[in-house]
């Protein structure tokens, strides 16, 4: 800045000055002082001409970055707002989906349930009827067996029929023991 160089030449022309004796005073050409007096004061609005530039520019500079800081703080709590909705987004669609989860299984295993019960019934079902056809069947045999052992009784000559064979006698014993 030049108003300090100025004030240098100033104490410059003090320290240079003759000494007046005993009063301790100094001497300073005069019109030289005067003229380092006009250069001070023509240097002075410029300084400060500069320094309120400065201010200025300092000012510029801090409202400016005030609103960048407002700006960044305005995106980041709506960034802070989206994550947060979308986080609760994410816990909705968590639930929801284990509801549907939980509905899935629940309906998965009644099926199961009502699949197993239909088995189990067509299961006996089949069983009752093999059981009856194969008693059907049981008294339908016993019938020919019984017309095939009477027909043979009355093939036999008489004096046969007093012994008959083991093997006979078995089988009739094993169809009457099995009705």
Same mark, same amino acid.
């Given at each position: !800045? ?12 003090? #320290? ?7 009063? #301790?005073?100094?001497m300073i050409d005069a019109d030289r002082l005067l003229e380092l007096i006009d250069q001070m &004061? ?36 709506? =960034? ?5 909705? =979308? ?22 295993? &009644? !099926?199961?349930a009502a699949v197993e019960t239909d088995a189990r019934n067509r299961r006996a079902g089949a069983? +009752? ?9 049981? %008294? ?10 009477? #027909?043979?009784?009355?093939?036999? /000559? /008489?004096?046969?029929? +007093?012994? /008959?064979?083991? +093997?006979? %006698? &078995? ?9």
């Amino acid at each position: !800045m030049q108003i300090l160089e100025l004030i240098d030449t100033l104490e410059s022309m003090a #320290g240079q000055s003759r000494r007046v004796p005993i009063t #301790g005073r100094a001497m300073i050409d005069a019109d030289r002082l005067l003229e380092l007096i006009d250069q001070m &004061r023509l240097a002075v609005p410029r300084n400060v001409q500069e320094a309120q530039e400065v201010l200025e520019r300092r000012e510029q500079i801090i409202n400016q970055t005030m609103l960048d800081a407002r700006r960044i703080r305005a995106t980041a709590e709506q =960034d802070a707002r989206h994550l947060v909705e =979308d986080s609760e987004m994410v816990k909705v669609a968590k639930r929801r989906s284990d509801e549907i989860l939980a509905e899935a299984e629940t309906k998965a295993q &009644r !099926m199961l349930a009502a699949v197993e019960t239909d088995a189990r019934n067509r299961r006996a079902g089949a069983d +009752k009827y093999s059981l009856e056809a194969l008693a059907e069947l049981e %008294e339908q045999t016993l019938t020919v067996l019984n017309a095939i052992h009477a #027909g043979q009784r009355a093939l036999t /000559p /008489p004096e046969d029929r +007093k012994a /008959p064979a083991p +093997k006979r %006698e &078995r089988e009739r014993q094993e169809a009457a023991a099995a009705s």
